[in-house]
Structures are given as C-alpha cells and as structure tokens.
C-alpha cells in the first residue's frame, strides 16, 4: 500500500466539480470528520460543518451506513464510525500502523533531544483548524499535552501559519475572508498583521505562536511539505509560554527541520520501500 494513503487531504477548490466528485468529497469530509470524534456526531453538527442540507447530509450518512463504514446511534441521529471497519481494515492497513510507530519514534526523540511536546499537524477537513494528528510528551510536571484540544484555528497556531504561508495568494486571499477569530487575548485578528506575519514566515521558514492559541502555551513550528514541495502539514514544538525563550528557537531549528525532512521522506517518498516490522 502507498504510503501516500495516510497524508492529509489538501483543500481543493469545488467549483469546476462534477457530481459525482462533489458526493466523493463530500462523503471523504464526513469520514474524516468523525476519525476525530470516536463517540460520534449528531446529524446537525455534521450537517453544519459540511454546508450541506441536513437530508443530504443523511442521504450520505445513509449509504455509508448501509456499506458498513459508519454507525447510527440508538438515538438515530448520531453516527461514528463502524467499529467493525477498523477490524476488516487491520489486515490491509498493517504497514500504515508500522509507518505510525516509526513517526511515533522520530516524535519521541525530537521531544527528548528539545524538552518540549513534539507535534505531527494537519489542517482538518475544513481546512480552518490545525490538527494534532500525532505528539511526543516528556514525563516532567511542567508540559504542554495536546490532548486536551487536538485543533487550532490556523491563525492563532504555529504550524497553522506555516500552512497559510505555503498557499498561493489567492487561496490564502480567500481563505482570510472566512475570518480570524479571538479565541485567546493574543490571538490576530487583523487581517493585514496575519500578512506580515505570514510573508516574515515565508522568508524565515518558520512560525511562531506566543500564547495566541490559548493562554500559557507558546510553540514554534516549521512546515512539512510532499515530494513536490508543497506544505501539506506542520511539525511543532509546543512548550509553556514561560519556557519558550529565544535562544530555545535558535537551538530548536535545526532539530524541527530535521525531523520535518525526515517525515516528509517517510511520508510522501515517490519510492516504496519495504516497511520494517513494528
């Protein structure tokens, strides 16, 4: 199996699709979204998140349910996936859980060489926020643990600047006109600041993040890019605000963009060579 089958879903542009695309995206948006929600979600929340009409909505929840690859709820309107599908999936995905322990390996000792969580991102299916797909904790008091809120909106995060700085300028022109939301005091939300920044991280190739994500939690990311060169996700340092001094990002640097190009590698190779075992 390719390994290109766990990289993350870059938003494209719906206009020029077809149908048919429009229902295979649409239904990728939803399994996607509850990958992230293993207790499920109800109809409306779906609904909402996709901009779509709540029978529509259904209609496809409907079908995936009927093929076996998500669950109604015993309240009806709630659905996660399918249990069962990870189970007939475990076979084929086999090399994809061994990829998964050797970036869990490259997290945990970028985390142990910096003192700092080590993050995997990727923007979610709405291409607003930035997930924490994978992270790397340190076993001390003072720590930054991303489970408790695995997404940011990419504005206010580090790895989401990264992101926006690799988009061309009419996507991000676009992407702007969604807003900036104040979801911490220092959060931007000045459209022609977030520019500034962005340009400064285009130039520097890397972002920072100094409590605009939430109170008390400073990170500092870089960008993962495809054998192409496109930014397709982050690779974040995320530390307590009090913690992140500037000698920290210069010493940081060089080990984040290692680890980036190692990942990168690993993840989005044109070659396939065998996976060693787990």
């Given at each position: 199996?390719?390994?290109?089958?766990?990289?993350?879903?870059?938003?494209?542009?719906?206009?020029?699709?077809?149908?048919?695309?429009?229902?295979?995206?649409?239904?990728?948006?939803?399994?996607?979204?509850?990958?992230?929600?293993?207790?499920?979600?109800?109809?409306?929340?779906?609904?909402?998140?996709?901009?779509?009409?709540?029978?529509?909505?259904?209609?496809l929840l409907r079908t995936l349910a009927t093929e076996k690859m998500v669950q109604q709820h015993a309240d009806a309107w709630r659905f996660r996936f399918d249990p069962a599908l990870w189970v007939r999936a475990a076979p084929i995905f086999s090399q994809m859980f061994s990829l998964s322990s050797m970036i869990q390996m490259i997290l945990n000792e970028l985390a142990q060489s910096t003192g700092a969580t080590a993050v995997l991102g990727f923007p979610d299916n709405t291409g607003r926020n930035s997930i924490a797909s994978m992270w790397a904790l340190l076993n001390q008091p003072l720590r930054y643990d991303p489970s408790a809120s695995i997404s940011w909106p990419m504005h206010a995060a580090a790895g989401g600047k990264c992101f926006l700085a690799g988009l061309p300028e009419a996507e991000l022109q676009e992407w702007i006109k969604g807003g900036l939301p104040r979801v911490a005091p220092r959060t931007t939300t000045s459209a022609r600041q977030l520019m500034r920044e962005l340009v400064a991280v285009r130039k520097l190739g890397y972002a920072v993040s100094q409590e605009e994500g939430g109170r008390g939690v400073s990170t500092i990311g870089v960008p993962l890019t495809d054998?192409?060169?496109?930014?397709?996700?982050?690779?974040?340092?995320?530390?307590?605000?009090?913690?992140?001094?500037?000698?920290?990002i210069k010493r940081w640097l060089p080990r984040l963009r290692s680890a980036s190009k190692t990942l990168s590698r690993l993840l989005y190779s044109s070659a396939e060579p065998a996976i060693a075992e787990a």
């Open positions: 199996m390719s390994r290109r089958a766990i990289a993350s879903r870059r938003g494209r542009s719906r206009k020029s699709a077809t149908p048919l695309v429009k229902a295979a995206s649409r239904t990728v948006r939803i399994l996607t979204s509850l990958l992230y929600f293993p207790r499920g979600k109800t109809l409306a929340e779906l609904s909402a998140e996709l901009g779509l009409h709540k029978t529509t909505t259904l209609r054998d192409s060169g496109a930014v397709v996700g982050c690779v974040v340092l995320a530390t307590p605000a009090a913690r992140l001094f500037k000698g920290d």
